[in-house]
């Protein structure tokens, strides 16, 4: 098995970028979900009710800088863009220590999940894909770990899938039918919420281990 994909998303609901290489921390990818949109409440809004949000792109530059479809992200032209897509009132912020995940701060995936499900790898909003992997093997992956070079990371439990999957990341439409495939064939979970035990680099490519036990 390898990494055959690293990706973050450096605003929390926004489309992300796929990387070559990344550091991995407790907080998982460097630089993911280090923005939020969030409502003149301060309610976190995310695009399980505001699927527009997805249609936006964000990139970490060099020097922590953010863009958002190619521009700043404190921009004016951006918090009108935030605004539009999200609510009147809402604004980006920093995110929070304790709200940045909604379950763990790794989400790992792998190819024969890909293959079985059958639709968009960006539905699913993965941090690793991981190649070389059997059909459905991962559903048995639940409290064991990956070995990547120094790096492990611990496999927790299947993701529970929610109404995010069913926005095309390119065009926006929805189609439930997405959905009710994820509930039906796959009792509603796929992909793996899994966290950092050991931090380390890592790299597209680079030789993953699989090992049954914590």
């Known amino acids: 098995m390898w990494i055959k994909e690293i990706w973050r998303y450096p605003v929390k609901s926004m489309a992300g970028e796929s990387m070559e290489s990344a ?76 709200d940045r995940f909604d379950v763990l701060p790794l989400l790992v995936v792998t190819d024969g999940m890909l293959e079985a499900v059958g639709y968009d790898r960006r539905r699913f909003r993965p941090n690793l894909v991981i190649g070389g992997v059997p059909g459905l093997s991962e559903r048995q992956w639940e409290g064991t770990q990956l070995h990547i070079g120094e790096v492990v990371i611990g496999l927790e439990d299947l993701r529970g899938r929610c109404i995010m999957t069913t926005f095309d990341p390119d065009s926006g439409e929805q189609d439930l039918n997405v959905l009710r495939k994820v509930q039906k064939q796959f009792d509603g979970r796929l992909g793996l919420n899994s966290y950092v035990v050991t931090p380390g680099r890592i790299a597209v490519g680079d030789p993953v281990e699989w090992i049954k036990s914590r």
Not at 52 to 73: N, S, T, V, Y
Not at 85 to 95: E, F, H, I, K
């Open 23 to 98: 550091e991995i921390t407790s907080a998982g990818v460097t630089g993911d979900r280090i923005v939020q949109v969030r409502n003149a409440a301060g309610r976190i809004m995310t695009a399980r009710t505001r699927p527009l949000l997805l249609r936006h792109r964000a990139e970490l530059r060099p020097g922590d800088q953010i863009l958002i479809d190619g521009q700043p992200w404190r921009s004016p032209e951006i918090a009108r863009r935030v605004a539009a897509a999200a609510g009147p009132g809402t604004r980006l912020v920093m995110s929070g220590v304790q």
